[in-house]
């Protein structure tokens, strides 16, 4: 169905998606490419929001050079939008364009599109297919994808660690376990999510920034602080550069007067707190991360924690991802990855399935997803 020729240039609409990757959130990272007699004539990928998606600027691109998109084939790899949001409808901007074919990488998991798009297309005498190198587009779009159909995000936990799987020494010094290009690579992941949660064990024992330094980008995530008894201290480095990147802190109640003034503190500061508890007097993680889907729109979260809480996300299935940096050298003693009950027998435990590996100097990198 589809030539050498549209696997090309279909590869270079997800070149330029890869653009979006660290700029669009919440909107999906989307590329374009026009090709008219063999030549792009135009390309583009999506801005931030409120800005032009990728159709958009890749058919200002062509008009730029001077380039008529009439009779061209567009290569986009989702799904045009059909709906007016922040910004008009892209399958109006097509159909004006009079392309003589569209191909499009997957449909848009978004109701408010959902095949739409692609009806609209057609409807206007254009030549539509779908379906070329999906894969790639949605591994793209993971988090887009799981908050359009599971009301989730996709969340991503990254763990450092020795060869013997340890996270810190006994005291729980962690800086530093892997060397540079590591580092620099978990800034990358940082960099594309909407959100970075961590544990207020973290925040008192490292004070972290977990802002994005090692990587070049126009955004900085949000930090989120899962803090059941707001213990989080008034100094700590992730409260600073709150114009650049807002912090939320959870907690499990504000009972005491303490607590409520405490609150009240961080209030005044900008940083906003706010109270999810489940059961057992903890943050209720499941309903925090259907919250944050829901309500704050974050397709994907990066997870930077310790012990404890690596514990309680695995244990709630809240974890989607893992991304494990392994260094070449044995601790012995110390802190291991994640605090979860011990397995009765090897029958049938849950199985993660490799999807990358990569070495950073002499750290190996494992991206593992649910099997």
């Known amino acids: 169905m589809y030539s050498a020729v549209d696997h090309q240039f279909m590869s270079e609409a997800l070149a330029e998606a890869q653009k979006a990757i660290y700029l669009s959130n919440p909107n999906p990272r989307v590329g374009c490419v ?3 007699d063999g030549e792009v004539i135009g ?8 800005e032009a998606h990728a159709e958009v600027q890749a058919l200002a691109d062509a008009q730029l050079k001077g380039k008529d998109p009439i009779g061209s084939t567009v290569y986009v790899t989702l799904e045009p939008c059909n709906h007016t949001g922040k910004t ?3 399958v109006d901007a097509l159909i004006a ?3 003589a074919k569209v191909i499009v990488a997957m449909s848009d998991p978004n109701p408010l599109v959902g095949g739409k798009g692609l009806e609209r297309i057609k409807v206007a005498g254009i030549d539509v297919q779908c379906g070329l190198l999906e894969a790639e587009a949605q591994a793209l779009n993971r988090g887009f994808i799981s908050r359009m159909t599971k009301g989730l995000p996709w969340v991503r936990m990254k763990i450092a660690a020795s060869l013997d799987g340890k996270t810190a020494l006994p005291d729980g010094k962690s800086q530093w376990i892997t060397g540079p290009l590591a580092r620099a690579d978990g800034h990358h992941w940082r960099a594309q999510a ?5 544990g207020v064990g973290t925040v008192k024992e490292d004070d972290p920034s977990l802002n994005v330094r090692d990587v070049v980008t126009q955004r900085q995530p949000c930090r989120i602080i899962i803090d059941s008894r707001l213990e989080t ?3 700590a480095k992730i409260l600073n550069h709150l114009d650049q990147s807002p912090v939320l802190i959870v907690c499990a109640d504000l009972d005491s007067p303490e607590r409520r003034e405490k ?4 209030t005044e500061r900008g940083i906003e707190v706010v109270v999810m508890a489940n059961a057992s007097g903890k943050v209720d993680l499941p309903k925090l991360f259907s919250y944050l889907a829901k309500e704050r729109e974050m397709n994907e979260i990066h997870v930077e924690a310790g012990f404890k809480l690596n514990g309680s996300m695995l244990r709630e299935n809240c974890v989607d991802e893992l991304l494990l940096y392994y260094a070449p050298f044995f601790m012995g003693e110390g802190i291991g990855m994640a605090n979860i009950p ?5 029958d049938a435990p849950k199985r993660w399935k490799v999807i990358d590996q990569s070495l950073f100097e002499s750290d190996l990198r494992l991206r593992l997803i649910k099997h």
Request: a positive charge; proline letters at 12%.
């Open 34 to 36: 026009i090709v008219k």
């Open 43 to 50: 390309r583009g990928f999506t801005q931030r929001v409120g």
């Open 88 to 90: 008009p409808p892209c």
């Open 97 to 99: 364009a009079k392309p």
């Open 194 to 198: 909407c959100a970075i949660v961590t």
């Open 233 to 235: 201290p008034s100094s």
């Open 263 to 266: 609150a009240r503190t961080f």
């Open 342 to 346: 011990g397995l009765a027998t090897l």
